[in-house]
């Protein structure tokens, strides 16, 4: 696995997370656990996109890093191989 | 893939409430050849799109929508 692809796995995995805790709270919105859960990971997802996007470029525009080129559109892709890209 | 924001993109704010141009919109949003449809079709073209800004703006557009 690539250091590009490890970073990107480390925003999924708190990304999924953060999806299923947010699913949980919706019903119960007073869950300590899960409030210190969803925390933990947001923190965690903070610094896995900074990891990212300092290296790999955006996740989603508004990550543009305030530098002379926009780089929004190149590749890869997210359903494309490194390769063809 | 994509997150809800809320939010409106715009501020919507509605005088005079008319159900008959309601009907309207919400066919222009949801309907067989509305935003949600047009959406789908740009998310689906980039696929086979062979320059990638072209692909860029496909995206950016089909996620406006």
């Known amino acids: 696995m690539s250091e590009r692809e490890m970073l990107l796995k480390r925003v999924q995995v708190c990304d999924f997370a953060l999806m299923d805790a947010a699913l949980f709270l919706d019903t119960h919105p007073e869950n300590q656990m899960a409030l210190d859960f969803y925390k933990k990971h947001l923190e965690m997802r903070k610094a896995a996109v900074d990891a990212y996007t300092s290296k790999y470029g955006p996740l989603v525009h508004t990550d543009y890093d305030g530098g002379p080129y926009w780089n929004w559109v190149e590749g890869p892709w997210p359903w494309q191989h490194q390769e063809e890209a | ?65």
Request: aromatic share 10%; proline share 8%; with cysteine.
């Open chain 2, 1 to 65: 893939m994509w997150t809800y924001s809320k939010k409106l993109q715009y501020p919507v704010k509605i005088k005079n409430p008319n159900p008959a141009a309601a009907k309207i919109i919400m066919t222009q949003l949801g309907g067989p050849d509305g935003e949600l449809a047009a959406s789908m079709r740009y998310l689906h073209q980039r696929y086979s799109c062979p320059y990638g800004e072209v692909t860029g703006i496909l995206t950016d557009i089909g996620t406006e929508e």
